[in-house]
């Protein structure tokens, strides 16, 4: 398994999560600029504030500042209704679909 491309926003333990819970993403009629993407993985904490979790996978050649901004801006108005939101972005889906909390909290890789 390759990482290339792989940035992570600090992350808590799994332990910490529920599952079964899914995102509801919201409706708009001019989505802001930025790459497409795909949720592989998902899932809300149990304690503290509410925050969603997401592992996504965009394009390799989208790794660059001003993709980035964007894709930040688009995945705001997505889920519009999230307080918190906590991203891990990838690229390649079926890494984003496989990928947990346990290991992206490794110190090794972060």
């Not at 792989?6 to 332990?15: D, E, H, R, S, T």
């Not at 802001?32 to 993985?41: C, D, F, L």
């Not at 390799?60 to 500042?65: D, Q, V």
Request: net charge positive; glycine share 6%.
């Amino acid at each position: 398994m390759s990482f290339h491309g792989f940035f992570a926003l600090p992350l808590v333990a799994a332990a910490f999560l529920t599952s079964g819970q899914k995102p509801i993403k919201c409706k708009h009629e001019n989505p802001q600029a930025g790459p497409s993407y795909r949720v592989g993985w998902h899932d809300y904490n149990v304690e503290g504030p509410k925050t969603l979790f997401l592992a996504i996978s965009i394009r390799a050649r989208s790794f660059s500042k001003d993709e980035m901004i964007g894709l930040a801006h688009r995945l705001k108005q997505d889920f519009c209704n999230e307080q918190r939101l906590n991203v891990a972005i990838l690229d390649n889906y079926k890494a984003a679909s496989v990928v947990s909390l346990n290991f992206l909290y490794s110190d090794s890789i972060i």
